[in-house]
């Protein structure tokens, strides 16, 4: 069952601290050499992002950033993982960096057609 990991943060707390991305790239290694990690990344910030909008058949963007944002989403990784239970593991071990918020949501499957 995949798994996707949402790691939030305030909008303007910066960079994280070389520490934190270095137990970070530790443990997407790990992940990587046990076949578990399916992709992973991190997300520009808000002032280089752009919404997309459908609102009655007509097109909107807004250009951020967005002054709304108290939380964005920093990063993300896709897992390919046996339960929930080793989902919620996995975010705990992220969440124990430090710094950082963590979300792990199972991927709905998909209708062939």
Same mark, same amino acid.
């Given at each position: 069952?995949?798994?996707?990991?949402? #790691?939030?943060?305030?909008?303007?707390?910066g960079?994280?601290?070389k520490?934190?991305?270095?137990?970070?790239?530790?443990?997407s290694?790990?992940? #990587?050499?046990?076949? &578990?990690? !399916? @992709?992973?990344?991190?997300?520009?910030?808000?002032?280089?992002?752009?919404?997309?909008r #459908?609102?009655?058949?007509?097109?909107? &963007?807004?250009?951020?950033?967005?002054?709304k944002?108290k939380?964005?989403?920093?990063?993300?990784?896709i897992?390919?993982?046996?339960?929930? %239970?080793?989902? !919620?593991?996995g975010?705990?071990?992220?969440?124990?960096?430090g710094?950082?918020?963590?979300? @792990?949501?199972?991927? @709905?499957?998909? %209708?062939?057609?």
């Open positions: 069952m995949r798994f996707m990991m949402l #790691v939030k943060h305030a909008e303007n707390s960079a994280p601290p520490e934190l991305m270095d137990a970070i790239a530790k443990l290694e790990e992940a #990587v050499k046990a076949g &578990t990690m !399916v @992709a992973s990344g991190g997300l520009a910030p808000t002032a280089a992002s752009t919404r997309v #459908v609102s009655r058949g007509q097109i909107t &963007t807004t250009d951020g950033p967005f002054t944002a939380e964005i989403v920093g990063g993300f990784a897992f390919d993982l046996k339960s929930k %239970e080793e989902a !919620v593991e975010a705990l071990r992220l969440l124990l960096l710094r950082a918020r963590a979300c @792990a949501r199972g991927s @709905a499957p998909l %209708e062939q057609r």
